[in-house]
Nanobody, 121 residues
Framework: VQLQAYGGGVVQAGGSPRLSCAAS????MGWFRQAPGKERLFAAG????????IYADSVKGRFTISRDNAKNTVYLQMDSLKPEDTAVYLC???????????????????WGQGTLVTVSS
């Protein structure tokens, strides 16, 4: 499984970038983020059909995860960004035997390389 994440960069607080993660197939997917010196934390996840989405409390109401299965691509629309959202954002895929959306790193079988989002105040 190959995952390619892109769309990061430097944005001002309050900005609304969109991250994309292209996969080589259709999987339950998750977005995680890791700030410098911090642990990797769940942000949002989506089922392979797109029918189920879950969010961390820290991003609920500001981030929206979606997918286009014709393109095997998952998106993370980030709105109302704050400086504390600065992190490397990584997408992951849960393997075929996993029952649901990966909400913890140990439920991810494959990882993309990550894309850095820096929010300036």
């Amino acid at each position: 499984v190959q995952l390619q994440a892109y769309g990061g960069g430097v944005v001002q607080a309050g900005g609304s970038p969109r991250l994309s993660c292209a996969a080589s197939g259709r999987y339950h997917m998750g977005w995680f983020r890791q700030a410098p010196g911090k642990e990797r934390l769940f942000a949002a996840g989506i089922s392979d059909s797109g029918g189920t989405t879950i969010y961390a409390d820290s991003v609920k109401g500001r981030f929206t995860i979606s997918r286009d299965n014709a393109k095997n691509t998952v998106y993370l629309q980030m709105d109302s960004l704050k400086p504390e959202d600065t992190a490397v954002y990584l997408c992951c895929a849960a393997g075929g035997l996993r029952p649901g959306v990966p909400a913890t790193p140990d439920l991810c079988d494959f990882w993309g390389q990550g894309t850095l989002v820096t929010v300036s105040s």
